[in-house]
């Protein structure tokens, strides 16, 4: 291959510091012209078409301390800025306890960018079609960024301002993504389904729901949607609906026609609106189904084939 | 060393900072100067020589560029050449000894596993990290494991068959 003929970034200054507050510093001094780089299975191919072209790329990848999952004792989940979506797929402990996480960790992009893409770049990255968003909104996910004026914590719902766009301030960095902890006794269920043309497509249509019971009554739902709107859609009449109720065939269909028509889907190449809006539809009941059949088995995602 | 600066602007410029990284590739420590921006495929290719990493699509959909990193799968179009310094990446042309083809190879080989072979070298290194990681998969586990690497001639069937008689051979059984 000539040299002409590949595909590369514009020319930008990189850094790669060994510290969380010498990252904070290099993007205060970018001001505004920097950009982290973390898996960079998002901003890579944005650098390459140059749809990104910052002037200063940060990479936070020697910042180690940032590569973890931890399940605290209350459950809480933490999820640094380093874990890959690999680590999450291969997390026993998620799996045992949060499986719309577990669900969901499959099913991101392709089994190569899992090796490097990261769950909390995906919530900054803002992607409407994005699958943890869906996922962390469903949870009541909250972002911990650090700045030079100390930390603040954010709930997804308002992180995400936009598509492709977060409310964190040009010298803040995305640390942690928290889940907090489910209601002390709750069984933790869950789902999560996508449907995609083929594995590393965007969503056509996903839903996130998450739901815990309390015998068998639902103390707390959770139901989000993703690649049906501009943004990340949060089912919250459809969770209202659920709370304090049993998961009947009829409370199941209730809710899923309540999150079908939070729902804004545009017509595309990926299919009609009416189609995505039937997605969801089904995939809300399908989740739902599985949790009043067998409340300790999540809705396993078909193990897509190449 | 080897400079890519001027193979990657397509001529000489001054004032460019260029980093000097440090790379293990396939066992042998390799030094090189590069640009923040150039991608760790074009030195592999362009600078090391080592053209076996073939580059597909170039927008992080195909997978043919698949090297390990640290011994997991990546798309080398998708990293910076710069963000290799002090690790350990290993290309197709690391998997045979001189002596003896890779088990994964012998099974490309021995199921007619490639066709035209443009997707072959990201293949067999996506199989190597699934075997390492799992010795004795199913046959839905290797095509969930090869489910981003593209290919565009045989159909699967004699890639994932290749994979699983080169799982055989390492287990001994064959």
Not at chain 1, 146 to 161: C, K, L, N, P, Y
Request: hydrophobic share 40%; aromatic share 4%; with cysteine.
């Amino acid at each position: 291959m000539e040299a002409g003929d590949a595909v590369y970034p514009a020319r930008f200054r990189y850094e790669a510091p060994r510290s969380l507050e010498e990252a904070i510093g290099l993007l205060h001094q970018g001001g505004g012209e920097a950009k982290v780089l973390a898996g960079g299975q998002s901003l890579v191919p944005l650098l390459k078409l140059r749809f990104a072209t910052p002037e200063l790329l940060v990479d936070i990848n020697n910042l180690t301390d940032l590569a973890f999952h931890r399940i605290e004792s209350d459950g809480t989940i933490r999820i640094g800025a380093l874990c890959r979506h690999a680590d999450l797929e291969r997390a026993r402990e998620i799996a045992a306890r949060q499986p719309t996480m577990a669900a969901a960790a499959p099913l991101i992009a392709d089994p190569v960018v899992r090796s490097r893409g990261t769950l909390v770049g995906s919530l900054c990255h803002a992607d409407p079609q994005g699958d943890w968003a869906a996922v962390a909104t469903a949870l009541g996910g909250r972002v911990v960024a650090q700045g030079v004026h100390g930390r603040r914590e954010i709930a997804v719902t308002d992180f995400v301002t936009g598509p492709f766009q977060n409310i964190l301030a040009y010298d803040e960095v995305a640390v942690e993504a928290v889940m907090p902890a489910p209601m002390p006794g709750a069984v933790v269920t869950g789902g999560f389904l996508k449907l995609e043309r083929r594995v590393g497509d965007f969503a056509t249509a996903g839903a996130a729901v998450c739901v815990e019971l309390v015998g068998d009554r639902v103390a707390r739902a959770g139901i989000a949607l993703t690649g049906v709107g501009s943004r990340t859609l949060h089912a919250a009449e459809a969770e209202a609906a659920l709370v304090g109720g049993v998961l009947d065939e009829r409370a199941i269909e209730y809710a899923a026609d309540l999150a079908a028509q939070v729902a804004e889907p545009s017509s595309d190449h990926r299919g009609s609106a009416d189609y995505k809006r039937h997605v969801v539809r089904t995939f809300v009941i399908r989740i739902l189904t599985r949790i009043a059949q067998r409340p300790d088995c999540p809705e396993a995602p078909e193990r897509s084939a190449a | 060393m080897t400079s890519l600066f001027e193979e990657v602007t397509g001529g000489a410029e001054q004032d460019v900072p260029v980093r000097r990284v440090t790379i293990t590739v396939n066992g042998r420590m390799r030094t090189a100067d590069v640009e923040p921006r150039l991608l760790l495929a074009h030195l592999l290719r362009q600078g090391f020589k080592l053209t076996g990493t073939h580059t597909g699509c170039d927008t992080t959909n195909c997978d043919a560029c698949t090297v390990l990193f640290d011994g997991r799968p990546i798309k080398s179009c998708t990293m910076l050449a710069v963000q290799a310094d002090g690790h350990e990446v290993t290309t197709v042309e690391g998997l045979a000894s001189s002596e003896q083809l890779h088990p994964i190879q012998e099974g490309f080989k021995a199921e007619h596993g490639l066709q035209c072979g443009f997707c072959t070298p990201g293949m067999m290194l996506a199989a190597t990290a699934l075997l390492e990681e799992n010795p004795d998969p199913t046959e839905d586990e290797v095509r969930f494991a090869l489910s981003g690497n593209l290919c565009r001639c045989t159909g699967y069937q004699n890639i994932v068959k290749s994979v699983l008689w080169a799982a055989a051979r390492m287990r001994g059984e064959r």
